[in-house]
């Protein structure tokens, strides 16, 4: 009997057609419709929230609280921004400066303001010769009359060779004992030395020669690069040595004047010396008078 009930409660026996398979049969029952109607009601229910979020557009009070905090982020300001203009470095470049003057007795000749001395006699020299120097040049490039350009020739060889002697009698050995580079001394021996074997070969040459006017500039080439050398490196180093230049100076001008031509010029010349003693004379007078 027990076998009996059991069957009679089983599942089984509730189907009205027991050919059709057990899922079908559970479909139909009442509990197959309650779980349906259930689940259809939970679905319309969250569907209408749904619908009343969008048409309010308001969030819900936590996701609103966080959509707060995440705008008040700096990281998000930074995100969210919009990117910086990067800055641009502006350069400005200095205006560039002209190249240097080659250098000439002129822009090397020492600037004084104290008590004419002997480097001031020998820069007055320089620029002097210099100056005539460049009156060959023109002449030569006009291809002036031969007695002209040998006369110009021969007064600035004479002035070379009063010059060179001064300096070699009296200005250099002078230097030599107040310890000035012995170096640069040695130099300026050498160059007179090339200068006086030019010199003495314009003196025995005629302007009418293929090389006599070859000769002329190149002696004033030799006597350019002596005077720059003179006037920035060996000068400043004798001013700053314990040399007399003032002292010197008279001794010079007294041992030029007795080289010099004979003669009323020669007097005139002896004059003007006794009476400028001590004061400055050519570019430098005007120099001195500033002061």
Same mark, same amino acid.
């Given at each position: 009997?027990?076998?009996?009930?059991?069957?009679?409660?089983?599942?089984?026996?509730?189907?009205l057609n027991k050919s059709e398979? $057990?899922?079908?049969? $559970? @479909?139909?029952?009442?509990?197959?419709?309650?779980?349906?109607?259930?689940?259809?009601?939970?679905?319309?229910?969250?569907? @209408?929230k749904k619908s009343a979020k969008k048409a309010t557009g308001t969030a819900s009070p936590r996701t609103s609280s966080t959509t707060r905090a995440k705008s008040a982020s700096p990281?998000? /300001?930074?995100?969210?921004?919009?990117?910086?203009?990067? /800055? #641009? %470095?502006? #350069?400005t470049r200095a205006t560039p400066k002209p190249p240097k003057a080659e250098k000439t007795a002129e822009n090397t000749a020492p600037k004084t303001m104290r008590e004419a001395d002997a480097v001031d006699l020998l820069t007055d020299?320089?620029?002097e010769v210099g100056a005539l120097f460049k009156q060959y040049e023109k002449l030569a490039k006009?291809?002036?009359?031969?007695?002209? +350009? %040998? #006369?110009?020739?021969?007064?600035?060889?004479?002035?070379?060779?009063?010059?060179? #002697?001064?300096?070699?009698?009296?200005? $250099?050995?002078?230097? +030599? +004992?107040?310890?000035?580079?012995?170096?640069?001394?040695?130099?300026?021996?050498?160059?007179?030395?090339?200068a006086k074997d030019l010199i003495a070969q314009i003196e025995g040459g005629n302007p009418g020669d293929d090389h006599y006017d070859a000769k002329v500039k190149v002696l004033g080439e030799y006597i350019t690069h002596h005077v720059v050398e003179e006037h920035t490196e060996?000068?400043?180093?004798? +001013?700053?040595? @314990?040399?007399?230049?003032?002292?010197?100076?008279?001794?010079?001008?007294? %041992?030029?004047?007795?080289?010099?031509?004979?003669?009323?010029?020669? @007097?005139?010349?002896?004059?003007?010396?006794?009476?400028?003693?001590?004061?400055?004379?050519?570019?430098?007078?005007s120099l001195f008078s500033k002061a």
């Open positions: 009997m027990a076998d009996d009930k059991t069957k009679r409660g089983s599942p089984d026996n509730k189907r398979p $057990y899922e079908v049969a $559970y @479909a139909k029952s009442k509990r197959a419709k309650a779980a349906t109607a259930k689940a259809t009601k939970t679905s319309a229910k969250s569907a @209408a990281a998000m /300001k930074r995100t969210n921004a919009a990117p910086a203009a990067k /800055k #641009t %470095r502006t #350069t020299d320089h620029l006009k291809e002036a009359p031969a007695d002209q +350009r %040998r #006369t110009l020739a021969q007064t600035i060889c004479d002035m070379l060779k009063a010059h060179t #002697t001064i300096e070699e009698e009296i200005f $250099y050995p002078a230097a +030599r +004992r107040a310890g000035v580079d012995a170096d640069l001394l040695d130099e300026a021996d050498i160059e007179h030395a090339s060996m000068f400043p180093k004798c +001013r700053r040595s @314990a040399m007399d230049l003032v002292g010197l100076r008279g001794e010079m001008e007294a %041992r030029k004047l007795s080289i010099a031509p004979s003669g009323g010029e020669a @007097a005139s010349k002896s004059e003007a010396v006794n009476d400028n003693r001590g004061k400055p004379t050519g570019i430098l007078a």
